[in-house]
C-alpha cells in the first residue's frame, strides 16, 4: 500500500503506517533529480571551521494537495567529517542531536516507541522570540540505517519525520505538556505540522552528500506564504549549525578541551547523552536537563 508525505494526511495512534511505506515514499522525494524534478532556487554561501561551502535550495509541488517542499543540497568532504559521524549525528538519536545544534528548540520529548530502532513518536517544543507564541510538533520519527554490500558498497541512509495528531489518545495528550522540570510544567504550544526527509549518502569521489527536504504549517495566524519565504535560508543555516556542532563534539571525543554543545530539556528514556547533563528520574522516565541553552526545528518561523 503507497502512503503519502502529506502534512493533511497525519498518522495517530490508531492508525500507523508501515516503516517501509513511509521510506518508500520519501526514498522516491528526496532521490528525484534536483535539476529535472524540482525548481532550483538560492545557493547560499555557508561558513562553518574555517570555510565555505554553497548550500543548493530547490522547491516542488508535491501531491493533489499541491503542498510546497523544499529541498537544500550539500556536499562535504573528510574536513567536516566522515559517513559515520554523519550518519551518527543524524541518523542516531536524530531529535536529541537536533536538539543540541538548531536554537529554537527548547524540549525534544519521546512520547512513544512504536518499533525499537525503527520509529518513535516524539513532540518538539519551538521558541521562536518574543513576537511569536511557542509552537508544538509532534511527528513520527522513523529511521532507515544504513546497509553495506560488495554490490553497493556506497553507503546511504534515510530519517523521515511525519505528522502525528495525538488528538485521540488523552495519556499521550498528557505527555506533550509533561516537559518541564520533573515532568511538570511545560505546557503545549500552538500546534503545527511538518514533515521531513534527510538522505546521507556516500559518493564515489569519497565526499558525503547530505538532502533534506522539508515542508510545514506553522499553525496559529502566520500567513503561509510568510513562513514558506523563510525556510530556504533557514535550512541552509542548519548545515552551518550541524558542521559546527560536530566539530565540537569531535573535540570532546579525542580529548580535545571544548565539549560538546548540550540540549535543552529532553525527555527520553531511552537516549544516549553525548555531553554531561544532570537527569532526573520520574515515572514517565528520565528528563535530561541540559546545562547550557541551545535548540531543533521546523525550518519555518526562525527568519519570519
Do not use: C
Amino acid at each position: 500500500m503507497s502512503y503519502s508525505l502529506a502534512l493533511a494526511n497525519p498518522a495517530t495512534p490508531e492508525n500507523i503506517p508501515l516503516a517501509s511505506d513511509v521510506i518508500s515514499a520519501a526514498s522516491t522525494l528526496i532521490k528525484s533529480d534536483p535539476a529535472t524534478a524540482w525548481k532550483k532556487g538560492k545557493v547560499f554561501s555557508i561558513s562553518a571551521n574555517g570555510k565555505v561551502a554553497p548550500v543548493r535550495t530547490f522547491s516542488k509541488k508535491v501531491g493533489v494537495s499541491g503542498e510546497t517542499w523544499f529541498m537544500r543540497v550539500s556536499e562535504h568532504d573528510a574536513q567536516d567529517g566522515s559517513f559515520d559521524e554523519f550518519w551518527g549525528g543524524i541518523g542516531v538519536d536524530h531529535a536529541v542531536h537536533e536538539s543540541q545544534y538548531i536554537p529554537e528548540i527548547v524540549n525534544a520529548s519521546m512520547l512513544k516507541t512504536v518499533e525499537p530502532e525503527v520509529s518513535e513518536v516524539w513532540s518538539l517544543h519551538y521558541n521562536f522570540g518574543a513576537l511569536l507564541s511557542p509552537r508544538t510538533f509532534t511527528v513520527l520519527l522513523i529511521t532507515n540505517p544504513p546497509s553495506y554490500s560488495v554490490s553497493t558498497p556506497l553507503r546511504e541512509g534515510l530519517v523521515v519525520s511525519i505528522p502525528f495528531d495525538t488528538s485521540s489518545d488523552k495519556d499521550l495528550r498528557k505527555l506533550e505538556g509533561q516537559w518541564g522540570e520533573n515532568g511538570k510544567g511545560g505546557g503545549v504550544g500552538t500546534k503545527g505540522r511538518y514533515a521531513a526527509v534527510e538522505w546521507i549518502r556516500e559518493l564515489a569521489d569519497g565526499k558525503i552528500e547530505w538532502r533534506m527536504a522539508t515542508t510545514s504549517e506553522p499553525g496559529g495566524l502566520i500567513p503561509g506564504f510568510l513562513a514558506a519565504g523563510a525556510v530556504p535560508k533557514a535550512i541552509s543555516k542548519d548545515v552551518k549549525h550541524f558542521l559546527e556542532w560536530m566539530t565540537e563534539r569531535r573535540k570532546m571525543q579525542t580529548g580535545g578541551q571544548m565539549s560538546e554543545p548540550v540540549a535543552n530539556a529532553v525527555n527520553v528514556p531511552n537516549a544516549k547523552p553525548a555531553a554531561p547533563k544532570v537527569i532526573i528520574e520520574t515515572p514517565g522516565g528520565s528528563i535530561v536537563q541540559p546545562q547550557s541553552v541551545e535548540s531543533t526545528a521546523p525550518r519555518l518561523l526562525s527568519e519570519v
